[in-house]
C-alpha cells in the first residue's frame, strides 16, 4: 500500500444566523416535531412581544410629545424673566446714576445687563444641552 496516495479530510462547518422574532419554518416544524403545540407557543410569544413592544414604543412617543409641548413654554418664560431682569437693571442703574452714583449706577447696569447677555450665549451651547431641541 505505499502507492496509495496519502487521504485528505475535508471538514465542512455549517452555521446559520436567524434574524427576526421567529425561527425559520423548517425549525418551527423541528419544534413541533419534539413536542406538539411548541410552534403555536413560540407564534404566540412572538405575537405577544410585538404588541408589547408597540405599546411601549407608543408610551416612549407620547413622553417625547408631551415634552416637546413644554419645551417652547419653559424656554418663552425664560426669555421673559430675563428681558424683565435686564429692564430692572437698567432701571435700578439709571436711577441710582441719577441720584449722584453715577459709578455706582454704571456699574449696576452694567453688569445686569452683560450678565444675562453671557447667560444667555454661554447657556444655550453649553455640552450638557446640545442634544437637547
Given at each position: 500500500m505505499p502507492?496509495?496516495?496519502p487521504k485528505k479530510q475535508i471538514q465542512l462547518k455549517q452555521t446559520s444566523v436567524i434574524s427576526g422574532p421567529l425561527p425559520?419554518?423548517?425549525?418551527?416544524?423541528?419544534?413541533?416535531a419534539i413536542k406538539p403545540g411548541f410552534?403555536?407557543?413560540?407564534?404566540?410569544?412572538?405575537?405577544e412581544e410585538a404588541i408589547h413592544r408597540r405599546i411601549q414604543?407608543?408610551?416612549?412617543?407620547?413622553?417625547?410629545?408631551?415634552?416637546?409641548?413644554?419645551?417652547?413654554t419653559e424656554v418663552r418664560l425664560g426669555q421673559i424673566f430675563a428681558f424683565l431682569i435686564?429692564?430692572?437693571?437698567?432701571?435700578?442703574?439709571?436711577?441710582?446714576?441719577?441720584?449722584?452714583?453715577?459709578?455706582?449706577?454704571?456699574?449696576?447696569?452694567?453688569?445686569?445687563?452683560?450678565?444675562?447677555?453671557s447667560a444667555f450665549i454661554l447657556g444655550r451651547y453649553t455640552p450638557k444641552n446640545l442634544n437637547q431641541p
Open positions: 502507492d496509495e496516495p425559520p419554518p423548517e425549525a418551527l416544524a423541528r419544534y413541533d410552534a403555536e407557543r413560540i407564534m404566540k410569544m412572538a405575537e414604543e407608543g408610551k416612549a412617543l407620547a413622553a417625547d410629545v408631551e415634552v416637546m409641548r413644554a419645551y417652547p435686564g429692564l430692572a437693571a437698567l432701571g435700578l442703574g439709571a436711577y441710582t446714576a441719577v441720584s449722584g452714583a453715577e459709578v455706582a449706577g454704571g456699574f449696576i447696569g452694567t453688569t445686569g445687563v452683560v450678565g444675562l447677555v
